[in-house]
């Protein structure tokens, strides 16, 4: 590994796992009271971290080498997924997707993004918008994967609700996802099963 790679490398290391930590200690059971006020100021410090992680991506994303991108990523993901029940973490999912959005933004790093990386994300960004679990495989899931619903019945959106019909976190979740649809040629949508109807009610709230 190269210098700057090793120091790019170390840096993202100790923020990630200051992020870690803060993480653990919020999914900690604790006392309701006093738990609640160390919670918050866990997720404050937890959520300055990622600030921090998302500023140097967006200024130094063009220095990053493969390894640092690897990194980054995987490191983002393992934060945004409570692992024993196959959540997203509600209270950071925003502040991980930009940081993979922006991360790969920059074409690039988007073009050696491997297929599974790719399915990861894809699932991590239906979840979000879908606000499903992920699937037990963690990959690009199947409907009993995501769980079986009822078929919902098509709502008339009133143009004038649009905006306040899409949250951020939809949103961009979306922008993700089209950034990484077009780069996983070896996924096939068709083939997944996605239950495509929800995404498009969902996505269909998302103003243009």
Known sequence: ???????????????FSAADTEKAAILKPSNAR??????ASNLNRLRAALTLIRKCVVQFVSQFKHK???LVINRTIELIVVAKNRTLMDSIVLDCIRILRDFLLYRPHLEHLDHELSAEILAICFASILDRKLPETFSIPDN????????????????????????????????????????????????????TVRLSQCIGKIPP
Do not use: Y
């Not at 190269?2 to 923020?15: G, V």
């Not at 006093?34 to 919670?39: D, L, P, V």
């Not at 919902?152 to 996802?177: F, G, K, V, W």
């Open 1 to 15: 590994m190269a210098p700057q790679e090793s120091r790019w490398a170390e840096i993202f290391h100790q923020l």
């Open 144 to 195: 009993e994967s995501f769980g079986a619903e009822p078929p919902l019945e098509a709502e008339p959106l009133n143009p004038t609700d649009r905006s306040q019909a899409a949250s951020p976190r939809m949103i961009d979740s979306s922008q993700l996802l089209s950034i990484v649809i077009p780069a996983s040629s070896s996924v096939c949508l068709e083939c997944s099963k996605i239950p």
């Open 68 to 70: 640092v991108m690897k």
């Open 34 to 39: 006093k738990g609640s006020i160390a919670r």
